[in-house]
């Protein structure tokens, strides 16, 4: 009686054990202010505090429009989360926002309210509507696949500070 009471008392501690293990691999990592875009990169909560830190810093300001239940959204984060080279610059180079609602500052919507929308503003607090993508009729709009032109979207803004200010 004895043996098979110890018995039945290791076997339950193992399964415990092994369902606590299973539990604690489930749980969620907790959200973070990069919202899945890149969880190396330091991001600024608000716009206001993205300006301030962008003239502040002689940084440019990324702002990225988006929306949590949008596919387009949701491939654009993946690939832009997955290019080294964009993290990189993107932690390095950049003040960075992830905005999932408007702002007041109507000139980071000037040819309307679509995600996903990315835009530029340079030290001085210009909004450099000079950068765009590819499409004519969603001026600020990029696909997975346009990430190459993403990265030399980085670099011109990173350029225009230079030349510029």
Same mark, same amino acid.
């Given at each position: 009686?004895?043996?098979?009471?110890?018995?039945?008392?290791?076997? $339950?501690?193992? %399964?415990?054990?092994?369902?606590a293990?299973?539990?604690?691999?489930?749980?969620?990592?907790?959200?973070?202010?990069?919202?899945?875009?890149?969880?190396?990169?330091?991001? %600024?909560?608000?716009?206001?505090?993205? $300006? *301030?830190? !962008?003239k502040?810093?002689?940084?440019? +300001?990324?702002v990225?429009?988006?929306?949590?239940?949008?596919?387009?959204? &949701? !491939? +654009?984060?993946? !690939?832009?989360?997955?290019?080294?080279?964009?993290?990189?610059?993107? &932690?390095?180079?950049? %003040?960075?926002?992830?905005?999932m609602?408007?702002?007041?500052? #109507?000139?980071?919507?000037?040819?309307?309210?679509?995600?996903?929308?990315?835009?530029? %503003?340079?030290?001085?607090?210009?909004?450099? !509507?000079?950068?765009?993508?590819?499409?004519?009729?969603?001026?600020?709009? *990029?696909?997975?696949?346009?990430?190459?032109? $993403?990265?030399?979207?980085m670099? #011109?803004?990173?350029?225009?500070?230079?030349t510029? $200010?």
């Amino acid at each position: 009686m004895l043996h098979s009471t110890l018995a039945l008392s290791l076997l $339950l501690i193992a %399964v415990s054990s092994n369902l606590a293990m299973a539990i604690k691999k489930e749980k969620r990592i907790p959200q973070t202010l990069s919202r899945g875009w890149g969880d190396e990169i330091t991001w %600024v909560q608000t716009y206001e505090e993205g $300006l *301030y830190q !962008a003239k502040k810093s002689n940084k440019p +300001l990324m702002v990225i429009h988006h929306l949590e239940d949008c596919q387009y959204c &949701q !491939a +654009l984060k993946k !690939a832009f989360a997955e290019n080294e080279e964009i993290q990189e610059m993107a &932690q390095n180079n950049f %003040v960075m926002l992830n905005l999932m609602h408007e702002t007041t500052d #109507k000139n980071l919507s000037p040819d309307g309210q679509y995600v996903p929308r990315i835009m530029f %503003v340079d030290p001085s607090l210009t909004v450099r !509507a000079d950068i765009t993508g590819r499409y004519s009729n969603r001026l600020y709009t *990029y696909e997975p696949q346009d990430i190459p032109f $993403l990265i030399e979207n980085m670099k #011109k803004a990173l350029r225009l500070i230079q030349t510029e $200010l």
